[in-house]
Nanobody
Framework: QVQLVESGGGLVQAGGSLRLSCAAS????????MGWFRQTPGKERDFVAS????????YYRDSVKGQFTISRDIGKNTVYLQMNSLKPEDTAVYYC???????????????????WGQGTQVTVSS
């Protein structure tokens, strides 16, 4: 089991920045990928970014490349999502997720992530 707790969401004006944190506890050593997803009311939860825990390789959805940066601190078992130049369309609930090591690991596939945080609201005003 892996427990995830997100923090860092809030209200920011367009063009501003936020940094989300996701503190993991439990069997974190068994995680292949840690990821961030986001969801708006009435829509599906979408992949945003992920990082391979072992070597730090990163993956992003096209619309956030160059705008968001995912990173990890192995010693703190924490994953971060630095979000810059925020736009109103980035408004969503952001979820942290952990994908255990298994066959068929996929850094961008929501269905492969077994553990989820409670979510943190990010609101970008225009």
């Amino acid at each position: 089991q892996v427990q995830l707790v997100e923090s860092g969401g809030g209200l920011v004006q367009a063009g501003g920045s936020l940094r989300l944190s996701c503190a993991a506890s439990g069997r974190t050593y068994s995680s292949a990928y840690m990821g961030w997803f986001r969801q708006t009311p009435g829509k599906e939860r979408d992949f945003v970014a992920s990082i391979r825990w072992s070597n730090g390789n990163t993956y992003y959805r096209d619309s956030v490349k160059g705008q968001f940066t995912i990173s990890r601190d192995i010693g703190k078992n924490t994953v971060y999502l630095q979000m810059n130049s925020l736009k109103p369309e980035d408004t969503a609930v952001y979820y942290c997720a952990a994908q255990p090591i298994k066959s068929g690991n996929d850094p961008e596939s929501l269905s492969e992530y077994d553990y989820w945080g409670q979510g943190t609201q990010v609101t970008v005003s225009s």
